[in-house]
T-cell receptor, first 116, second 113 residues
Framework: NAGVMQNPRHLVRRRGQEARLRCSPM?????VYWYRQLPEEGLKFMVY????????ESGMPKERFSAEFPKEGPSILRIQQVVRGDSAAYFC??????????????FGPGTRLTVL | GQQLNQSPQSMFIQEGEDVSMNCTSS?????WLWYKQDPGEGPVLLIA?????ELTSNGRLTAQFGITRKDSFLNISASIPSDVGIYFC?????????????FGKGITLSVRP
């Protein structure tokens, strides 16, 4: 069974450009979460999506950030007009259901975004 | 917002020793999870705890869900070099919109051979 897949693993953007991060959940999982990790920090929740629906976006900045999880294809986290403060590791997690028990979140390897 | 506290930031132990890590919260969580992260990788789930007072083992790892629902600990017995990494605790309130995880800042474990 393939785990959670994220691409690209590393992404370099200049200030003002757009960044698109992709996440393919584990097979059979229809719940996707995005987290951001700054150096020497824990992961911070950004957004929770189910197929075609945003369930909770309370951790996502209101401007420049958006997320989607279409019926077909991977979940996309999009950052427009990137700034240096957006440099971080972005992790996607998937689960088989909307919460415990038995619907633990499994993480992908992350995308490390560097903004020059 | 809710925060989970993990300290110290780093721990250094000798191979073969046991180590215990604590995680505390100012508010209640209904599920506690422990993850391990290696450099350049995503967190890997070690143990999930669903009931206050629950004690769960996974090989050399043992974790407990505190009865106040505001803390958890993780024990690693007979440490080996591959135990090196960052250990995160995470709390979860419930299902649906409450299923997001709140993480501690992590404890970096070093194991001397």
């Amino acid at each position: 069974n393939a785990g959670v897949m994220q691409n690209p693993r590393h992404l370099v953007r200049r200030r003002g450009q757009e960044a698109r991060l992709r996440c393919s959940p584990m097979k059979g999982h229809s719940h996707v979460y995005w987290y951001r990790q700054l150096p020497e920090e824990g992961l911070k929740f950004m957004v929770y999506l189910q197929k075609e629906n945003i369930i909770d976006e309370s951790g996502m900045p209101k401007e420049r950030f958006s997320a989607e999880f279409p019926k077909e294809g991977p979940s996309i986290l999009r950052i427009q007009q990137v700034v240096r403060g957006d440099s971080a590791a972005y992790f996607c997690a998937s689960s088989s259901g909307p919460g415990p028990p038995g619907a633990e979140q499994f993480f992908g390897p992350g995308t490390r975004l560097t903004v020059l | 917002g809710q925060q989970l506290n993990q300290s110290p930031q780093s721990m250094f132990i000798q191979e073969g020793e046991d180590v215990s890590m604590n995680c505390t919260s100012s508010s209640i969580f209904n599920t506690w999870l422990w993850y391990k992260q290696d450099p350049g990788e995503g967190p890997v789930l070690l143990i999930a705890l669903y009931k206050a007072g629950e004690l769960t083992s996974n090989g050399r790892l043992t974790a407990q869900f505190g009865i106040t629902r505001k803390d958890s600990f993780l024990n690693i017995s007979a440490s080996i070099p591959s135990d090196v990494g960052i250990y995160f605790c995470a709390g979860q309130l419930g299902a649906g919109a409450n299923s997001k995880l709140t993480f501690g800042k992590g404890i970096t474990l070093s194991v001397r051979p």
